[in-house]
């Protein structure tokens, strides 16, 4: 298997069970997945955090704080930022859906996310 | 005597092997350990970064995100080397940051030895973009 096979294999029960769930296309998570980790390629180690969500302050569980380069006036400075630790990527899932879902997105601008099955 | 051979491997693992080709060029070939090496070297990781960010296409990004009061950010946290058919390439990937979460732009691989640089596609496979190939 190619590691791209091996990546949406990783996920792809994870992604069907919070499809039961939600209502929302497992297909659709899957290629979320797939192009905000580079088709498994990038994912913070030891976070499960399958789409770089930060840690801000409405999160109240585990974060792993990183350094990272960020591009200010012109120059690379690093920085430090927080991110959410998810056990699982079906909780890292589930925690995607809560946020296209929920009041962050009040006017569905992210409503691409919200295709149902 | 078994002090210099230890030292000698030592050197090896970290470092590779490396020979001066007939044309003057240094050559150094990779095993998975040796490139795995490399992944603890900032400095490496750094000028494999300032090769990628000094390409147009990344000044124009990154100019186009500031520009914008959007934040252009580098995956040094997830970065590493890659061993891939005897060669070893350091793995750069950048992003667009907003108050939520980090998005993925682009994935490059920077060929350690050559210089080369690949793009992740749509797909998944890498393409060469520099040197850029010739066209007849």
């Known amino acids: 298997m190619s590691s791209k096979t091996d990546f949406i294999a990783s996920i792809a029960d994870a992604a069907k069970t919070v499809s039961t769930e939600s209502g929302l296309s497992y297909e659709l998570m899957l290629a979320q997945a797939a192009q905000e980790t580079g088709w498994g390629a990038k994912v913070l180690p030891g976070t499960n955090n399958i789409f770089n969500i930060k840690a801000d302050s409405s999160w109240t569980g585990e974060k792993k704080t990183f350094q990272v380069p960020e591009y200010i006036n012109g120059k690379w400075v690093t920085v430090d930022a927080a991110f959410r630790v998810y056990s699982t990527a079906e909780e890292a899932l589930r925690d995607r859906v809560k946020f296209y879902s929920g009041p962050r997105n009040p006017d569905n601008s992210l409503s691409y996310a919200l295709i149902q099955k | 005597?078994?002090?210099?051979?230890?030292?000698?491997?030592?050197?090896?693992?970290?470092?590779?092997?490396?020979?001066?080709?007939?044309?003057?060029?240094?050559?150094?070939?990779?095993?998975?350990?040796?490139?795995?090496?490399?992944?603890?070297?900032?400095?490496?990781?750094?000028?494999?970064?300032?090769?990628?960010?000094?390409?147009?296409?990344?000044?124009?990004?990154?100019?186009?995100?500031?520009?914008?009061?959007?934040?252009a950010l580098g995956g040094r946290a997830l970065d590493k080397t890659e061993f891939i058919e005897g060669n070893c390439y350091w793995s750069i990937s950048l992003y667009e940051s907003n108050p939520i979460q980090l998005r993925l732009w682009k994935i490059f691989r920077v060929d350690i030895r050559m210089k080369n640089i690949f793009t992740m596609n749509d797909e998944g496979d890498y393409v060469l973009i520099s040197p850029p190939t010739q066209s007849k």
């Open chain 2, 1 to 71: 005597m078994s002090r210099i051979v230890a030292l000698i491997f030592s050197i090896v693992l970290v470092f590779g092997f490396n020979y001066t080709k007939a044309d003057g060029t240094v050559r150094q070939d990779f095993t998975q350990q040796t490139c795995l090496s490399v992944a603890t070297d900032n400095l490496s990781y750094r000028e494999a970064a300032e090769q990628v960010t000094s390409m147009p296409m990344v000044k124009e990004w990154s100019a186009l995100l500031d520009s914008q009061s959007r934040m």
